[in-house]
């Protein structure tokens, strides 16, 4: 367990909400709390260093590309990458939606000879799973829908684990890119990523992951993981919102078309055609969230002097009090694995159903008790679904939550089937 | 009473069991209008119908699951406007609004008279998160009254 004074770094963490309490916030699956650390880095490049980024000779340009560049190498450093693999997009959402549409361009015709290796049409298939957040799906879909290209998916077993039974048929030749979450915004459960890219390589499909929730909890190298794209956001891990990066293979990045055209990121314009720049420039057209991403670049900074190690093992000892607390509890019903003995692959996310009671309801009393969580369906409908309800309450943790965080929870939890006069 | 307990007041959790108008009914009036809304923030559904005899609300059903907050709102609505002309439904629609605008804070006496047990709802306005919630099923039914007179001659 990481020590508790290191809530002393997020000053957010000192103040009282709702009726006096002091604040237990579980709700970092959604957004993460800032470190001091971040905070002072924005502030210090808008204070100090403030320039158009790639763009000027002054002294105060080159200081902010210096920052702006060094923070990607921040960022790339976390995550195992080489610099120039790390493209900065707006979110996660936005860097899933360049590879989706980025691919979508080649099949178009765009980018030319480089891009053909991207090319899909009527006939290839694109495989998801039933773990999916929105943002790793929907972008597919429409993929799909553009090309003609067929959306299968690999569907969730009961305990909210991939079921790989028919993998081998589910990713197969036709499989042209494999998309999947590194782990579930809902269960947090860890997917097995060795086997699913052994079967996409096996196939020759390309392989998207979804790092949101994993690269702030987790050690994430993504050179061992194989994998060829990685989409992660800063404000869960911890920086800025209004930023996120998308980790893809060198050789890849600098032969997919870009999907937002414009200036910074072209190499010769003509009239009639143009020819981009090598990524990770040809993805950032137009001026750059440069001071989120300097900030982005501290938040990496902030968990690696930590330790990442340090952080997964306090993210397992808080699952396993987080899942133990809640599978005691009558009326309770946990999504995904239960109990702690499965606690082993899963990250400090808990999402309950409570029999009876709404989420909005549920959430209801535990914000009254100043717990901040997460109700309504987490942008996961269809795993949701899969489970039969439509909503659930979700705790999540980070470097900063404590036992005692979890107590207040799965305490004031327990008192809410008696609020709503429902027999627990 | 804490504000918890403003918001869930004993109107509303009985609303919220023992919901007034739940099940989609055929309804046997020459005009009737069907709307479906979704609160996007927590996939909770509601169908409306509302069938007009002549400028009255003839009669109200609706399916739909939700908190308790929303399908409390939508027990209330069906009873109240039901047997209301459609300029008294817009009025009550408008005083229900506001007490959703009031933060917190008891609206006039008229307006009161209007709503009845929906004055209940006054602890919903501090909690913006959840003023949706109470308004899932008022916006279904100002839609399907609007489907509704698509068809007036």
């Given at each position: 367990m990481l020590s508790s004074s290191l809530r002393d770094d997020f000053p957010l963490l000192t103040r009282t909400v709702r009726n006096g309490k002091p604040l237990v916030y579980l709700d970092s699956g959604a957004t993460a709390q800032k470190p001091r650390a971040v905070i002072d880095a924005e502030r210090d490049f808008y204070e100090h260093h403030n320039g158009a980024v790639g763009r000027g000779a002054h002294l105060l340009a080159e200081e902010a590309s210096g920052l702006f560049e060094a923070a990607r190498g921040d960022v790339a450093t976390l995550v195992g990458a080489q610099h120039e693999e790390i493209v900065w997009a707006e979110n996660a959402t936005a860097a899933l939606n360049l590879v989706a549409s980025g691919i979508g361009n080649a099949s178009a015709g765009i980018g030319g000879e480089e891009a053909a290796r991207f090319r899909i049409g009527p006939g290839d298939e694109i495989c998801v799973t039933e773990a999916e957040h929105h943002a790793n799906l929907v972008p597919w879909q429409a993929l799909a829908t553009r090309t003609g290209a067929t959306l299968r998916w690999i569907p969730v077993d009961d305990h909210g684990r991939l079921d790989l039974d028919d993998l081998d048929e589910l990713v197969n030749e036709r499989t042209a890119v494999l998309a999947f979450t590194h782990?579930?915004?809902?269960?947090?459960v860890i997917s097995p990523v060795a086997a699913l890219v052994a079967r996409a390589k096996a196939v020759g499909a390309l392989t998207v992951l979804d790092g949101c929730q994993s690269v702030p909890h987790l050690p994430v190298d993504v050179a061992a993981l194989d994998v060829d794209f990685m989409a992660f956001s800063s404000h869960k891990m911890l920086g800025p919102t209004g930023i996120g990066a998308l980790y893809g293979r060198k050789e890849l990045l600098d032969a997919l078309p870009p999907s937002v055209f414009g200036g910074g990121a072209v190499k010769v314009v003509t009239m009639e055609t143009t020819s981009w720049l090598d990524a990770p420039m040809r993805f950032e057209a137009g001026s750059q969230p440069v001071a989120q991403a300097v900030g982005m670049g501290a938040a990496a900074r902030y968990l690696m002097e930590i330790g990442m190690d340090r952080v997964e093992a306090h993210e397992r000892e808080l699952a396993a009090l987080l899942r133990g607390g809640v599978a005691d509890l009558p009326g309770m019903r946990l999504l995904g694995p239960e109990g702690d003995a499965d606690a082993r692959d899963v990250i400090a996310i808990a999402a309950v159903s409570v029999d009876g009671i709404h989420p909005h309801d549920v959430g209801q009393v535990l914000d009254d008790a100043g717990i901040a969580v997460r109700v309504g369906h987490h942008c996961a409908q269809p795993l949701h679904r899969r489970f039969g309800v439509t909503g659930s309450t979700r705790a999540s943790a980070h470097v900063y939550t404590t036992p005692d965080d979890v107590r207040a929870f799965t305490e004031a939890l327990a008192t809410v089937p008696a609020f709503f006069g429902v027999k627990a | 009473m804490s504000a918890l307990e403003q918001m869930y007041q004993q109107v509303i959790m009985d609303h919220a069991r023992q919901a007034h108008g739940r099940g989609l009914v055929e309804i046997e009036l020459p005009l009737v209008g069907e709307s479906h809304q979704v609160n996007t923030t927590c996939g909770d559904e509601i169908r409306l119908r509302v069938g007009l005899d002549g400028d009255r609300i003839g009669a109200v059903s609706w399916e739909g699951q939700g908190c308790s907050i929303s399908q409390a709102s939508v027990s209330v609505l069906s009873e109240l406007v039901e047997g209301e002309s459609l300029e008294e439904a817009d009025r009550t629609m408008d005083a229900f609004r506001d007490l959703m605008q009031a933060k917190g804070e008891p609206l006039d006496d008229d307006r009161e008279d209007l709503l009845g047990d929906a004055t209940?709802?006054?602890?919903?306005?501090?909690y913006p998160a959840r003023i949706k919630c109470a308004m899932l099923g008022w916006m279904a039914f100002k839609d399907a009254v609007i489907q509704a007179r698509k068809d007036q001659p």
């Open positions: 782990v579930s915004n809902l269960t947090g | 209940a709802f006054v602890g919903v306005g501090k």
